[in-house]
């Protein structure tokens, strides 16, 4: 596979693809390390081509062993590299937890060095991927001060947000929605762009409720809100792009506009995100609720492989319109 | 073909080990249990291009000989916990064909429930310990099984898998140094398949044979040509018996090839050319199909019955599973916890007029 090109009508991965080719043409500190990356291109091919391009130092495929990439990346990193990290599910993440969460995480804190790390990887379900390739691992890391956390919903913000993620100086967990790989596309513009970290966007304007939200379940927000329209309701949906750092004045601002709020995420309910958008509206903004915060979300449990049951499992339209429309009322 | 693999400067015949002792029907079970497994493994790719198979087909092509060879050697309260490409092993174990093809087709009535996928099951009544995908999570998790036997004064043995990727992970060392610091009575069957996903054997590892390990960890090792039915069984006899005896864990190598890709989808462009069709050569049930026949083991005719025997298993088993229903969709939030938890159909219909206030 060749160069990617810059500019046109782009899917989310290739996006992607672009966003880590153009840092890695920019600036040597940048190299990648994960399984199977570089004469596989990745498994689902977003490191395609980058081997015959930068050569093995600069791609590196690793053994099967995701505490030793992360903790690799850490120490280049200490050395002024700019490590990207792919992991090959994120739900395997968990496998080098203890690297990320004690050893990259904490290093500025204790004494003051920089781990400008990148930790990518494919995450999400509706791909009939099962308990172990279907996890959405946001909370477990937003939870751990020191690391940034960002989750991208569109071919734009997962081209900007890699960016910035890499120019990044401190652990960044960037978190690919593999359903929308190459399920969704869009015109990229032909100039160089970043996406800062922890700016929220208004993917529709709205006045009557706010729909706050990120990954894939702002295309279900969008959907739902577009359904609304036809009765006459007028729903924002805002994507947080990064959760760590969190955009709260662009929440506040929209809730406090619209007086109601649904928080809604991909992940299960007990202790997810979406608490903390819950709890950080309650506290900051109550005087402007004109009715309780709901979540929407995926009920406590692992995430099902039968498709029935994942799509019970999955929040969709059809829950996202049920709960607006009992909010509207209320 | 690399050279890593013992086979390479093997014969394409069956060697029979000088210490195998092994008796007729046995040499039988050993062939069904591979073609069973091979067959299985079709039956299965064909429901997948049907699209009745969701998720993925995890072929073990050429494998079936140390899958079948290694879990033959345990007896029934022997503890087992396979790898996905250990189909064989599973069915040795007793595990129904028409279970595998429930769970690969998501059915309600499957071993999960249609909660996970392929052979992440478990089944304790065939001393069965479910995988997770995560590699070199049941090693550890197999040291405690025969810690609790120990305790128990239980005579078992337990054997897992690994593969020349999944040993790679901490996971794999923590469980496998566990074992050998308190010398249990578990067998390591570590595959080198010469590949993990797209990765060759040669980058996953500083060393060329994973058996080199084995006096590091302070247990005994041996490496065997795994696509050998009959040399695979062997090793797996005398590990199992010198672990029973109390001589403790035995790690053994086993050197076969994948020859399918890492999964349906992998169209194996990483392989160089023509060392597929050179392990073809290699193929462990043509090799033992050779044996049995020369041997006078079984006859031309016997082996038709054989083979047609698990075609009509299999038919059967495929029509029972097609006919299962797929699971209730509400079933999806049951048997989380030991208590029950949800009030609610669903978390997301909350009724508002149980609130607090209303
Ligand atoms: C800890 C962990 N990291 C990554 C993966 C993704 N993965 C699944 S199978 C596989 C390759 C396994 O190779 P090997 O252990 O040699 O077994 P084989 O597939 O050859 O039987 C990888 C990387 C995983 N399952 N677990
Ligand atoms: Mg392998």
Redesign the pocket.
Known sequence: MSAPERGGETTYLEAIRQGLWEEMQADDSVFMLG??IGLYGG?FKVTDGFLDRFGEHRIIDTP?S?GAIIGAAVGAALMGMRPVAEM??ID?MS?GFDMLTNVAAKNRYRWGAAVPIVVRGPAGGGVRGGP?HSGQAESYYAHTAGLKVVCPATAYDAKGLIKAAIRDDDPVIYQEHKYLYRRIKEDLPDEDFVVPLGSARIARPGRDLSIVTYAAMVHVALEAAEELAADGAEVEVVDLRSLVPFDEETVLTSVARTGKAIVLHEAPRTGGFGAEIAATIAEKAFEYLEAPIVRVTAPDTPVPYSPPLEDHYLPGKSDVLEITRRLLGY | MPDSSAVASGTPEIVVPDDLVIERTEHLDLYWYMLLNRRLEERLVNLYRQGRVVGGV?RSLG?EAESVGTAYALRDGDYMSP???NLGSILVKGVEPVDILKQYMAKGTGPSGGKDLNVHFGDLEHDFIGPV????DMISVIAGVALAARIRSEDLVCMTY??????S?G?AHEGWNLICAQQLPVILVA?D?C???S?PTPI?MGNRDMVDRAPGYGCAGEQVDGNDVLQSYAAARRAVDRARGGGGPTLIEVKTY?RKG?AEHDDQRYVPEGEIEQWEALDPIDRYHRYVLSAGIVTAEQVEMIEAKVGAQLDEAVAEAEAAPMPDPKSVLEGVWSTPRWPHPHPNFHDFSQEIGH
Do not use: K, P, V, W
């Open positions: 399984e199977d498994a099967i995701e090959q599910f395997f496998c172990f | 995890y494998q790898l996905i490409r995908s995560m590699l070199g690994i593969g020349d990727g999944g040993f992970t996971a595959e398949n590949y993990a996903y990765t996953q994948r890492h």
